[in-house]
């Protein structure tokens, strides 16, 4: 993670190296652990690139470790919305 950089271009950048680990179909183990807070719209650009890239079946091999619940529930904010905005 880039302290220093924008929480697009960071989650930009995490979601490229998602995409091509779940490409080639392996399962993605990420830990959250140190991360203080994290808004929705890193979520957002993430599960956007590999829903577009991959499809949406691809979340289903993304996995999280959480450091907090309250960075669970943003996830599943933006899960929620994803999914809602891309009826299969």
Request: avoid cysteine.
């Amino acid at each position: 993670m880039d302290s220093t950089g924008s929480i697009v271009a960071t989650a930009g950048r995490l979601a490229d190296e998602l995409v091509r680990h779940l490409r080639d179909g392996h399962s993605v183990h990420i830990s959250m652990s140190g991360m203080r807070g994290v808004a929705s719209s890193y979520f957002n650009v993430i599960l956007k690139r590999i829903a577009e890239d991959l499809g949406i079946k691809a979340l289903d091999r993304l996995h999280f470790q959480w450091d907090s619940a309250a960075q669970q529930v943003v996830y599943q904010r933006s899960l929620k919305s994803l999914m809602a905005s891309n009826p299969s």
